[in-house]
């Protein structure tokens, strides 16, 4: 049997921001546009779909968005979302809206909503844009290389001040219960040891004894890349300042990492699944999340995916406590 065809798409962001969500909005108003298929903006995320926050979106209305971070939609985090009131709410502004299909733009949060507007009955599929890389079905999440880009400009420039000083770097950075964001900035900084929620460190063999033995074979700084999810910076610092003499320095990177102007990788990734994402509704999908592996644009059971948890690449921590000397 034909899928029926939809009549309106709407589109939200949801959560925290992360730089290409911009791409991907373009990348859904200009597929609908090409399919005839008329695109909504919701703002604010799911509170715009409670209150009826929404503008209309053609392909003309998105020019030039394909540079900016952030959401041109604005985001939110919604309470009144998670209770019964509130998605029956949101369903009644879809219904009134004639709005049959929706693409929810965010990370684990953002899909437990459109599972509950899936169940009923509104088709909705996610996009995964978020920073930390932490969404189990797919090897990528939008904003991801950004993110990490911009936090390496920053260690890279903090290595000459240690340089200089003879000191340690102590460095804090995002991903939320997830070491992926440490993992690759730490990786591609040359960090000494990288510490993340995913893998148990022994201070005195990992941190301590590689700061030691790198100070006598004649390094004069170090960097330590810290998730925000595996302990406290400051404490972290104190540590390594007693145990071997050397003066440690903490920086929190903080909200930068969310901003700036997304990456070729960012822009491709998030161009490709916004219009998958069209795809995937016009052919009658609902409750997918779009995702990628092995490089490649697929999709997933949004129910299915929120049940699984995703691991760091062991390669990646072998190699790098063999690289980190
Ligand atoms: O999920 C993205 C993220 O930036 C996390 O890395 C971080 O823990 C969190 O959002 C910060 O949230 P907020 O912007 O509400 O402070």
């Known amino acids: 049997m034909e899928p029926k065809r939809i009549k309106r798409i709407g589109v939200l962001t949801s959560g925290g921001d992360s730089p290409g969500m911009n791409a991907a909005i373009r990348a859904i108003a200009r597929s609908a546009s090409a399919y005839s298929i008329e695109c909504l903006g919701i703002r604010r995320g799911y509170n715009g779909l409670i209150n009826g926050d929404v503008i209309s979106l053609d392909a003309r209305s998105v020019d030039g968005i394909i540079t900016r971070g952030g959401t041109m939609l604005y985001t939110a985090r919604c309470e009144e979302f998670k209770t019964e009131e509130g998605i029956n709410k949101a369903v009644n502004t879809c219904q009134y ?15 437990r909503g459109a599972k509950d507007l899936s169940d009923k009955g509104i088709h909705t599929i996610g996009i995964p844009g978020t ?28 290595r000459d001040t240690m340089h200089s000083h003879e000191r340690c770097s102590v460095v ?14 730490g990786l591609s900084a040359g960090a000494t040891a990288i510490l993340t929620p995913e893998s148990p460190v022994d201070f005195e063999e990992d941190i301590f004894e590689k700061i030691r033995h790198a100070r006598i074979s004649g390094r004069s700084h170090h960097i330590i890349i810290v998730a925000e999810g595996y302990g406290k910076a400051d404490e972290i610092a104190e540590r390594i300042h007693q145990e071997t003499g050397i003066e440690a320095r903490v920086t929190i990177l903080g909200h930068v990492q969310r901003g700036g102007s997304p990456t070729a990788r960012d822009r491709v990734a998030a161009t490709m699944m916004g219009s998958y994402a069209v795809e995937l509704l016009k052919s009658g999908s ?5 995702c990628m592996k092995d490089g490649k644009i697929c999709d997933f059971d949004i129910t299915e995916a929120l049940q699984m948890s995703k691991e760091l690449d062991p390669a990646m921590q072998k190699v790098q406590k063999l690289v980190s000397i």
């Open 131 to 158: 920073i930390d890389n932490d969404i189990v079905c797919t090897e990528y999440t939008i904003g991801f290389d950004t993110a990490c880009n911009t936090a390496l400009d920053a260690v890279d420039k903090l």
């Open 97 to 111: 809206l004639g709005m049959d299909s929706l693409i929810t733009i965010g990370g684990d949060g953002t899909f």
């Open 172 to 185: 804090e950075v995002m991903g939320r219960h997830a070491g992926y964001l440490a993992m690759y900035v």
């Open 286 to 290: 609902t409750n997918r999340v779009v």
